[in-house]
């Protein structure tokens, strides 16, 4: 069974501080990693991952996949309160890319 | 351009009807995916569509449920006689291409509500 694996549940921070959000999975046929911010109803898409040990960057948010050990990270830095969010991690699977989504981190930044 | 949207925002029905709900993709995206979110789940796969042909209907709970998709645009799930459990938030997503890599844009959801 397909399995996507987030840690850790839940964290709260200060302003400024580095997170680190994980994800590790066990999925038959990967075909891509995706990262989605969910702060009301839409998850917002963040990264999409194929490709081993090549970091994408936007702004202050950074993501990176070990396919060799089945996980990803995603790495805030200089956090701001408008990150407090739900992270979402999800793997797509080769035929038809339906999205296994793991239960999600939620983070809360504090000013 | 316009996003993914979805019709009503909100539906409150009585246990044993039947509910209807709609999916406006991305204009040109191929692929479409209907996905549920109970409360503090996760979201959970249901259906998706490549145009109009359904490939994989394994996430449908029950046979209550149906989703059709007409002119490789707009989708209905539908949800017949409609029980306590199925009270979530349905999210509908496209993508560009089916299949492969490729990203899936949300919409707003469908947050349902039985009582």
């Known amino acids: 069974e397909d399995k996507v694996v987030q840690s850790p549940l839940s964290l709260v921070v200060h302003e400024g501080d580095t997170v680190t959000l994980n994800c590790s999975y066990e999925?038959?046929?990967?075909?891509?990693l995706l990262w989605y911010k969910q702060e009301k109803k839409a998850p917002t898409f963040l990264f999409m991952l194929?490709?081993?040990?090549i970091e994408k960057k936007s702004g202050r948010l950074s993501s990176i996949l070990d396919k060799k050990e089945l996980f990803s990270i995603l790495n805030i830095t200089a956090t701001q309160t408008g990150d407090s969010a739900v992270y979402l991690c999800?793997?797509?699977?080769?035929?038809?890319?339906?999205?296994?989504f793991g239960g999600g981190t939620r983070v809360l930044v504090k000013p | 351009g316009a996003g993914v949207s979805q019709s009503p925002s909100n539906k409150v029905t009585e246990k044993g009807k039947d509910v209807e709900l709609r999916c406006d993709p991305i204009?040109?995206?191929?692929?479409l995916y209907w996905y549920r979110q109970s409360l503090g789940q996760g979201l959970e796969f249901l259906i998706y569509?490549?145009?109009?042909?359904?490939?994989?209907k394994s996430g449908l709970p029950s046979d209550r449920f149906s989703a059709e998709r007409t002119g490789g645009s707009v989708s209905t799930l539908t949800i017949q006689r409609t029980q306590q459990e199925d009270s979530a938030v349905y999210l509908c997503?496209?993508?560009?291409?089916?299949?492969?890599?490729?990203?899936?844009?949300f919409g707003p959801g469908t947050r349902l509500t039985v009582t």
């Open positions: 569509f490549q145009g109009n042909s359904a490939p994989d």
């Open positions: 997503a496209s993508s560009p291409r089916w299949g492969g890599s490729s990203e899936q844009y």
């Open positions: 999925v038959t046929n990967f075909r891509s």
């Open positions: 999800a793997v797509g699977k080769a035929a038809g890319n339906k999205l296994t």
């Open positions: 194929t490709s081993s040990g």
């Open positions: 204009s040109g995206h191929t692929a």
